[in-house]
């Protein structure tokens, strides 16, 4: 069971915009920030947002991150059949002194 | 560019020890925060552990008790141990670099399936 959590699947059309939502607690989204990685299958996964919003270098514009309080969003904006992949987020918990994941959200492009 | 490379036994028998390597290549393992991260097969991720260039380790508090990871300076490489294996124990291993600490992994190797079974 994740400390994180969030939904199991998520869907939309090329173009629609998908979001994607992030609960934590105080003791990791309420007090640390939010990392976002993208995995396809069979490879390791990628740094996508880091530091609640911000891309690394090469990581395309349509995909931003967003913090409030104890939760965190990464939508994808302009969907495209590329963005099928599995998404996770990340953050750094006080009380466990260790990282946290959430459980990972399926992205389907249909 | 700087690269990692998991290595170690693809198949270890249950009750024994599972040993990984992570080889750092095209930069230095002398500076930020080496993790090892699993993934069960069909599941999520897994933080292990992190071990910071000094020697300082934190593991994570499901694990610890058997768990350990050290470093290797002159080959560039970092370890992890896991003793006492069971079939939950079945994951991809990765080996990943923070930076900063408490931050993020911006680096990952391919990794590794490492099945436990007699």
């Known amino acids: 069971q994740s400390v994180l959590t969030q939904p199991p699947s998520a869907s939309g059309t090329p173009g629609q915009r998908v979001t994607i939502s992030c609960s934590g607690s105080?003791?990791?989204?309420?007090?640390?920030?939010v990392n976002w990685y993208q995995q396809f299958p069979g490879t390791a996964p990628k740094l996508l947002i880091y530091?609640?919003?911000q891309r690394p270098s090469g990581v395309p514009d349509r995909f931003s991150g967003s913090k409030s309080g104890t939760s965190a969003s990464l939508a994808i904006s302009g969907l495209q059949s590329e963005d099928e992949a599995d998404y996770y987020c990340?953050?750094?918990?006080?009380?466990?002194?260790?990282?946290?994941f959430g459980s990972g959200t399926k992205v389907t492009v249909l | 560019q700087v690269q990692l490379q998991e290595s170690g036994p693809g198949l270890v028998k249950p009750s024994e020890t599972l040993s990984l390597t992570c080889t750092v290549s095209?930069?230095?393992?002398?500076?930020?925060?080496w993790n090892w991260i699993r993934q069960p097969p069909g599941k999520g991720l897994e933080w292990i552990g992190y071990?910071?260039?000094?020697?300082?380790?934190n593991y994570n508090s499901s694990l610890r008790s058997r768990v350990t990871m050290f470093l290797d300076m002159s080959k560039n490489q970092f370890s992890l141990k896991l003793t006492s294996v069971t079939a939950a124990d079945t994951a991809v291993y990765y080996c990943?670099?923070?930076?900063?600490?408490?931050?993020?992994?911006?680096?990952w190797g391919q990794g590794t399936l490492v099945t436990v079974s007699s």
């Open positions: 990943a670099r923070d930076v900063r600490g408490a931050d993020n992994f911006d680096l």
């Open positions: 105080s003791s990791n989204i309420g007090s640390n920030t």
């Open positions: 071990i910071y260039y000094s020697g300082r380790t």
């Open positions: 095209g930069g230095s393992i002398s500076t930020h925060y």
């Open positions: 530091s609640n919003n």
């Open positions: 990340a953050s750094w918990d006080d009380s466990l002194n260790g990282y946290v």
